[in-house]
């Protein structure tokens, strides 16, 4: 019997596809060039610059589904990539759940395996606000048992990406800052949640 094709649609705002990476790669790209599939697979990251997880909302599933292929024949996999937009539009933490909640909740009943990566840090000033938000959006995944990657925890005092932050003006990360974006989503969980064995040098 043919193993089904994997199709995975990352949807997020710009940090999805890299901007301010000299590389162009993003984490996305970098964790998908270090994934070895076992059966073909295409991906497709689909952002929108500036994007609030209304917004997001209110978009995936029309964009993401002529992307998808039959169930019977495709194994179909969404990635909703968090960023920061929340809190400057000034959405509540509970619209925030509320968000990410109703997107798992309409891909769950879609049959739609589902990950999660949560915001990095950004402005100092806006440390304590993306912890509270990676905070809420991980316990919204975790009652789901969605795999999420914290990636406000591990890189809010990393010296390599706060120097890349530095450069951009505390906006984006650079081509090392992406490195260990992607490192974090090779190393929790992403190879298990395609059933695919070991994990990968994310630099």
Known sequence: MTEREVRICVVGDE????????????????????????????????????????????????????????ESTHDNRLVVALGRHDLAAGLSVARSRLNLANILDVADSRRLATFVVGPPPGRPEDGDRIAELSAAFSDVANRRRVPYVDTYTPLAQH??????????????????????????????GWHSWLGLPGDSDGS
């Not at 390599?160 to 929790?188: E, K």
């Open 15 to 70: 940090l999805g596809v890299g901007v301010g990476d000299a590389r162009a790669l993003g984490w996305t790209g970098r964790v998908l060039a270090r994934t070895r599939f076992d059966r073909p697979a295409m991906s497709f990251v689909l952002a929108v610059p500036g994007e609030t997880t209304s917004a997001l909302g209110a978009r995936w599933e029309a964009e993401t589904e002529p992307r998808f292929g039959p």
């Open 159 to 188: 010296e390599q990406w706060l120097a890349d932050l530095a450069t951009t003006g505390a906006t984006y990360p650079g081509q090392a800052g992406y490195g260990l974006m992607a490192w974090l989503v090779l190393h929790t």
